[in-house]
């Protein structure tokens, strides 16, 4: 039987296996389509170690002529991503929130703008972080599952998506959607999410792997050249933006993460997560 | 029983009233929000004395730290605002017509650009400035009565919507939808507003007030300082092009009011409106 | 009994014929309203001498103070237009590709700017350019058979779609559904296009110039002035846009079709063509 790393549909073939911490990362040279399974428990926080693990497996991915297409899911059961990890942002030196703000804009930068096609198979939850990383690929599948929920709900937490987030979202649910939905810090059940174009369609979770290796394929069906430049029209402006901006960013990012009331407020809301374990 | 103007739903509290001429402004203390109504017979039209009264409301209250939202409705029946009030734009001096457009952008500027909740319960029809008003909200409820219509019809009178009113437009139904409403001058009833997103949800008339109380408690549930900074992220860029530009903005406006073919349409739909009568 | 030229429900009048080789072009001079029939067999390829002959039907009517819309549609069946015609592009002289390069923008700047109320009715397929110029309409109505279809479908050939396509269709569509079918080069069957926003509704194919006639009735009977200074404000930023970078745009294409690479990719696509036959 086929290794459940294996997309259904694909003929067998050799795997490359790049073995890491967080990241599970497998190649399947013959379809061209690699497999990124998040597997960093309880909840794959983007740590600095997890965010720094999949800017290289990106690279790599990147720099590798085998590689075409990369699905990007959990290993864990429930959760895709449950965000930035806010043991980063709390407590900490000024040199490490400079260290990991620009770990999260390093990632981001190579997934949004990856060559690659990027198919996200959110096979749980996905707040914050993790719904960025969603947003960033091509193409979102979502288990049908409405206990699943998606959204960039920073507000909740008293904080502020910094604006390469917001256009990210902007870009794929519209302004209004956008405007609304993080002034609310909304995590979105998987049917909202479906109806609000979050995410682009729902299956059964037993199908989603199938499901995701089929819009690969599709995806794939189109020469590479074409493709990525067309990608790049799409998506240069934003890049560019948080590339203009990039040292910026940090500061801003530094300066208000920071601030004692909102280290209080990261206090308080880790307080709350520990009482409902 | 709770006073007409005491949200259903929220405690009773020491209500303090700004008593104006055109507009009734109730704050509820103990809930942080106010009721502001527009009393302005026979359809509330935003004449310099009400757009003057309006902005004056809106800064009291936003300098007042006891107020976190404002609902904003008609004391009048079937109409919400009829819009910019013609009678100042027709036969009046140069001075006068540069007055009258500085007083709507800086009702603009104040509301678009609130730091407060702005939920508008639309309890009537609502055209052109009226629309404006309502979009500049962060949020629409309108009473679902398919005789009320919304829209920027400013088309339909010879006279076209100006910047600010139409990116405010298209930040929330989108380019397309806008292209198509404003070069029409749609009215749309709203059954069909509701379709194009220009409001976010239709009520029965009765259930209107229960409903924006309890969307304001909502938007009230997160914290101000997210909250506030993620609305100014998204809104920033319309608000500082009509502060870039106003004084040019002005003058586009008085030359083009005073042209005498604008006069005439003018006042051949003042005659008009007087002859429905 | 009218003339098939004729739109239905306007009154008879008389007719003034531009007649040309590759479009049909009659004026009513009564109703104001043009027909523009594409009649370039077998499939309304937007040849340099199409482009040419598109570009000066437009002017003439623009010029034309009786004129005040334009229906266009094609006199073939199962075909609107084909797009770009790839004989233009391939074994061609640089020079060649210039000229035809500034004849795709002229018609573009011309379509999209026009002053005259624009409807697309859409009685065929529409892949690629034909595309284009039903996006560059202010109205899409389009036969309601699935097995017509509509879409910038440019990677599927290994080429680009312009910028200022992209903008054209984003404008349409928004920024998601632009960046979904641009990489995937979609081809959308009518019910699918409808459901995308990228026409505005669909009919009955015998019922479409009758439809046509009714939009545009419905178009003109706004103000020509008012109406006007909307669609250029809606459509200034895009149009200025290319008009600001059309030398560096031509270049660009150039260089892009000249690549052995591309002509390689063209070749191949024309000999599939001719199999299918």
């Keep these: 039987p086929p290794s459940p790393l294996q997309p259904p549909g694909l003929p067998l073939a050799p795997c490359r296996s790049f073995s890491n911490n967080k990241i599970q990362v497998e190649l399947n040279e013959s379809s061209g389509v690699a497999m990124m399974k998040f597997k960093s428990p309880p909840v794959n926080s983007l740590s600095l170690e997890f965010l720094t693990e999949f800017s290289i497996s990106l690279e790599k991915l990147e720099n590798n002529r085998a590689c075409r297409g990369v699905i990007i899911t959990s290993a864990l059961p429930k959760v895709f991503s449950s965000g930035l990890d806010i043991t980063e942002m709390c407590g900490k030196s000024m040199e490490h929130y400079t260290e990991f703000w620009r770990a999260v804009q390093e990632m981001w930068l190579r997934l949004y703008g990856s060559n690659m096609v990027t198919v996200a198979a959110v096979n749980g939850s996905s707040p914050a972080g993790g719904c960025l990383v969603a947003l960033s690929c091509d193409y979102r599948i979502m288990a049908e599952n409405p206990k699943f929920s998606i959204g960039l709900n920073e507000a909740q937490l008293g904080i502020v998506a910094p604006f ?114």
Aim: charged share 30%; hydrophobic share 45%; aromatic share 6%.
């Design 164 to 277: 390469w987030f917001k256009e990210t979202f902007v870009n794929v649910v519209g302004h209004r959607v956008a405007e609304r939905s993080l002034q609310l810090g909304s995590l979105h059940p998987a049917p909202e999410a479906l109806k609000l174009g979050l995410v682009d369609e729902l299956v059964p979770e037993e199908k989603l792997m199938e499901k995701a290796a089929a819009v690969m394929a599709q995806w794939l069906a189109l020469p590479d050249h074409a493709r990525q430049l067309t990608k790049t029209m799409m998506r240069k402006a934003v890049l560019d933006r948080l590339v203009a901006h990039r040292e910026e960013d940090i500061k801003n990012f530094v300066s208000f993460i920071s601030k004692e009331s909102i280290q209080k407020s990261l206090r308080m809301y880790m307080e709350m997560l520990k009482k409902r374990k």
